[in-house]
């Protein structure tokens, strides 16, 4: 038992920052699924709005790439339900992660894209099946893993990442585009709420367990 112990307190002394009791609460994106009509307008402008970062084409004729946004609609019956992140304030992905690509800034769990190595744990820990990982796009264009072919016709395979909502961070009004963009009004933000006043920004790290 002292080893379990020691071990819970190396990982507690490793959340520096990142003490829950006083970490910024978490907002996200809150869906009423009897209303949803399944018209997927919240998946084409968030492919939209990410699509514009990795310099993909967003409107008609431009759009080079398949389709792959950060929020997924999906239907149980006659229901239809928008599936999304809940940028947990403690994120079972992010403890899952074994190269720490994912983090916490001010509340919105973030997956660094460049760090991340298309392992899935993060997918297989998310309870909310939020998270996907795909190919990496830029430009246009597929990036491939050097080194890295088909067996059978020696192409390159394609380097994948995790994505999932991010509540359109780079975008400058701070709402998802998927809340603007519902005509029913499904979506809203859900603003989390702090027990004291925000820090100036910073960056969580989570470690494995």
Same mark, same amino acid.
């Given at each position: 038992m002292s080893g379990v112990r020691n071990t819970l307190n190396r990982s507690t002394s490793r959340m520096g920052s990142a003490n829950r009791t006083s970490a910024v609460a978490s907002s996200f994106v809150v869906a009423d699924g009897g209303q949803c009509i399944g018209c997927k307008a919240c998946e084409l402008a968030c492919f939209a709005v990410h699509g514009q970062a990795s310099g993909i084409g967003a409107s008609i004729g431009t759009v080079s790439v398949p389709v792959v946004p950060k929020v997924y609609v999906v239907r149980a019956g006659d229901?239809?339900?928008?599936?999304?992140?809940?940028?947990?304030?403690?994120?079972?992905? *992010?403890? *899952?992660?074994?190269?720490? *690509? !994912? &983090?916490?800034?001010?509340?919105?769990?973030? !997956? @660094?894209?460049? &760090?991340? +190595?298309?392992c899935t744990s993060c997918v297989l820990a998310c309870p909310f099946g939020a998270i996907e990982v795909s190919p990496v796009y830029r430009a246009g264009h597929v990036i491939t893993q050097p080194g890295l072919t088909h067996r059978a016709n020696r192409t390159a395979l394609p380097r994948t990442a995790a994505s999932k909502c991010d509540l359109c961070a780079e975008t400058e009004n701070g709402q998802p585009a998927c809340v603007e *963009?519902?005509?029913?009004?499904?979506?809203?933000?859900?603003?989390? +709420?702090? @027990?004291?006043?925000?820090?100036?920004? &910073?960056e969580?790290?989570?470690p494995r367990l």
């Open positions: 229901t239809y339900v928008p599936v999304q992140c809940r940028h947990c304030e403690n994120a079972p992905c *992010a403890h *899952a992660c074994p190269v720490q *690509a !994912i &983090r916490q800034e001010d509340g919105v769990v973030m !997956i @660094d894209e460049e &760090r991340c +190595i298309g *963009a519902c005509p029913n009004h499904v979506l809203r933000l859900a603003n989390g +709420i702090s @027990d004291s006043p925000p820090e100036p920004r &910073r969580v790290f989570f």
